[in-house]
């Protein structure tokens, strides 16, 4: 069974800067005040005990207290020590309260940043990806930065103070037993450096099998029925298997290449544990170290590869958020064709005059989707666009709400080049009805209130009253209340274009775009739309596109568009008496209806 293959998904090939990461830790700026500072006096208060203990036990309490057999001395050693563990410990709570809270402040200002820049991105960016792919960098990649943020930068930082604090000691204790322990590691830095690359590749192809697998998700769920008539339930099944089992090889070889990490500490440590023994008893027996000193030595050198390892795994955090990062940050990188100028002007209380200037657009360099058109629309006027499929007729109504600019030529609204407009001032103008019609989870009630949130349910009533959606709405259990699941699949299509009527006739638009909006909806049920557009679209300008020729009859001036030209314009009267294109178009729907 072949698939679509999800292409703009693709292992990124940059090398591993702290200049990126440090793009990444930015999002801690606004704790830099409170939770920050915060945590890292509690880091501070940790560490410090940690590095006091070994020395208070083996050089105070061995070799002062046991040794001189002094009593008040080794109480005394014993309380402090015991305060030091318990400020360690009320320490660390408050470390790990604060970290979570800043952890999770910095996820969610994150996400929020990703999500708010997504929807400010042009048609074009999600009409190249997967809505599968588009979820899981605002999901799974952003997820996966939660331990980094939560654990892994604070360790990061108590784990270096550590190792700094740990190699002063030693060498302050004994410089010749320090150098001979240390020896072995630039054995291990060699061999795990090795790995670096590795892992971070393989973290880079976790990210786009879960990618992969997430689209083809999205994708199975969405077109359950398609699948289900098709009866290609086993094929389906067959090809989440490849992606799934390719996730699992991922995630595999990824945690494989992680866990060779540790067991080089472990193995690094008793190669060191090995040589304190044997150069440690040396010393000692020459009176040159201390039974007190070897211990807290031994105890500072357990202490020493415990970083050692969580350094390990630090990184290997950094590199699955080098990994994450840069797939979310090529989003946030990503620029809306369409954009707003800096000095760009809000349009407030449009009539609904529109003039396409010579306007030229394609969609790519292969395919000329509007060439050289000329119209004008007055306003209040209801213009019809009709023409085959393919003939232009939906880009001139999305060049108009601008989800794309011309590549030349002009659209103007008011006299005022769109390019000029601010974005949200034209928009929140423009109301448009689309075949596919998208219903949100939620009341019946919240899905017409949409485009106008703050409209009064008597308003709402009203847009559906004008529509004729009362009547089946008052049917359901609970009426304006009534639950509806994602995408409105307890409603029938034409329930859902009803609703979508109202939804955008409730937002008062001063231009309507109504693209195929009638084309599931029965002939009754069109009659009383019909009907009640005479009045909704009174001192409004429309723009209808239709198939269904019957339903623009009423158009004021119809546009017949044919490969990306405008090839006839008149009323239906005027284009019936020329008997051109429009008119064969209106005979061969005629015939078609009579023959069924």
């Given at each position: 069974m072949q698939r679509f293959q999800y292409s703009t998904d693709q292992v990124i090939e940059k090398p591993f800067n702290w200049k990126q990461m440090a793009r990444l830790f930015s999002y801690m700026k606004p704790y830099r005040n409170n939770l920050l500072p915060l945590s890292i006096i509690m880091v501070l208060i940790t560490t410090a005990v940690r590095l006091i203990i070994p020395i208070l036990i083996g050089v105070y309490t061995l070799d002062k207290a046991i040794e001189n057999q002094d009593a008040n001395l080794l109480v005394m050693l014993i309380l402090i020590i015991a305060g030091l563990y318990a400020a360690s410990y009320l320490a660390n709570i408050f470390r790990i309260r604060w970290m979570n809270e800043l952890g999770q402040?910095?996820?969610?200002?994150?996400?929020?940043?990703?999500?708010?820049?997504?929807?400010?991105?042009?048609?074009?960016?999600?009409?190249?990806?997967?809505?599968?792919?588009?979820?899981?960098?605002?999901?799974?990649?952003?997820?996966?930065?939660?331990?980094?943020?939560?654990?892994?930068?604070?360790?990061?930082?108590?784990?270096?103070?550590?190792?700094?604090?740990?190699?002063?000691?030693?060498?302050?204790?004994?410089?010749?037993?320090?150098?001979?322990?240390?020896?072995?590691?630039?054995?291990?830095?060699?061999?795990?450096?090795?790995?670096?690359?590795?892992?971070?590749?393989?973290?880079?192809?976790?990210?786009?099998?879960?990618?992969?697998?997430?689209?083809?998700?999205?994708?199975?769920?969405?077109?359950?029925?398609?699948?289900?008539?098709?009866?290609?339930?086993?094929?389906n099944m067959s090809f989440f298997d490849g992606i799934n089992t390719e996730t699992f090889e991922s995630w595999r070889e990824a945690s494989q290449k992680n866990a060779m990490f540790r067991p080089l500490v472990e193995l690094t440590n008793a190669l060191g544990t090995a040589v304190l023994i044997w150069f440690g008893t040396y010393l000692i027996q020459g009176n040159d170290l201390s039974i007190g000193v070897f211990v807290s030595f031994a105890f500072y050198l357990g202490m020493f590869w415990e970083p050692i390892s969580r350094l390990g795994m630090v990184y290997n955090q950094l590199l699955m958020g080098m990994a994450s990062s840069e797939?979310?940050?090529?989003?946030?990188?990503?620029?809306?064709?369409?954009?707003?100028?800096?000095?760009?002007?809000?349009?407030?209380?449009?009539?609904?005059?529109?003039?396409?200037?010579?306007?030229?657009?394609?969609?790519d360099e292969n395919r000329i989707a509007?060439?050289?058109?000329?119209?004008?629309?007055?306003?209040?006027?209801?213009?019809?666009?009709?023409?085959?499929?393919?003939?232009?007729?939906?880009?001139?109504?999305?060049?108009?709400?601008?989800?794309?600019?011309?590549?030349?030529?002009?659209?103007?609204?008011?006299?005022?080049?769109?390019?000029?407009?601010?974005?949200?001032?034209?928009?929140?103008?423009?109301?448009?009805?689309?075949?596919?019609?998208?219903?949100?989870?939620?009341?019946?009630?919240?899905?017409?209130?949409?485009?106008?949130?703050?409209?009064?349910?008597?308003?709402?009533?009203?847009?559906?009253?004008?529509?004729?959606?009362?009547?089946f709405i008052q049917k359901l259990s609970k009426g304006y209340e009534t639950e509806v699941e994602e995408r409105g699949n307890v409603l029938s299509v034409g329930e859902r274009q009803l609703l979508s009527f109202a939804r955008a006739l409730l937002a008062d638009p001063k231009i309507l775009i109504l693209d195929e909006a009638t084309a599931s909806i029965d002939t009754e049920t069109e009659m009383k739309i019909q009907t009640?557009?005479?009045?909704?679209?009174?001192?409004?300008?429309?723009?209808?596109i239709a198939h269904r020729l019957s339903t623009i009859r009423e158009a004021d001036k119809i546009f017949v568009l044919d490969h990306g030209q405008i090839i006839e314009s008149g009323n239906h009267d005027e284009l019936m008496q020329a008997k051109g294109h429009y008119y064969q178009l209106v005979k061969a729907q005629f015939n078609m209806l009579n023959a069924v």
């Open positions: 402040s910095v996820i969610f200002d994150l996400r929020k940043h990703l999500f708010t820049h997504v929807q400010g991105l042009s048609h074009r960016f999600f009409e190249s990806r997967s809505a599968g792919s588009i979820l899981v960098r605002i999901m799974n990649d952003i997820n996966s930065l939660q331990e980094l943020f939560t654990n892994g930068v604070i360790n990061l930082l108590m784990d270096m103070i550590l190792l700094i604090g740990i190699f002063v000691i030693l060498f302050t204790l004994s410089p010749e037993l320090t150098l001979a322990v240390m020896v072995i590691l630039p054995i291990m830095f060699f061999i795990s450096t090795s790995l670096r690359r590795n892992i971070r590749r393989s973290w880079q192809t976790v990210r786009l099998k879960q990618s992969k697998l997430n689209s083809h998700l999205n994708e199975s769920i969405q077109g359950i029925r398609v699948t289900q008539s098709f009866t290609q339930e086993r094929e797939r979310i940050f090529e989003f946030l990188d990503e620029q809306p064709i369409v954009s707003e100028k800096s000095n760009a002007v809000d349009l407030q209380d449009i009539k609904g005059n529109i003039d396409f200037e010579n306007v030229v657009f394609s969609y509007l060439n050289g058109i000329n119209l004008s629309i007055k306003a209040g006027e209801t213009v019809a666009l009709v023409g085959h499929t393919g003939s232009g007729k939906t880009t001139i109504a999305s060049l108009i709400s601008r989800f794309y600019d011309p590549v030349s030529g002009a659209v103007k609204i008011d006299g005022h080049n769109l390019t000029d407009v601010s974005l949200h001032s034209i928009r929140q103008q423009i109301s448009v009805v689309l075949q596919d019609t998208f219903i949100f989870s939620g009341t019946i009630m919240e899905n017409i209130r949409f485009g106008r949130p703050d409209a009064s349910e008597e308003d709402v009533i009203k847009a559906a009253e004008a529509v004729g959606a009362d009547a009640a557009l005479k009045t909704l679209l009174n001192g409004r300008t429309a723009i209808m």
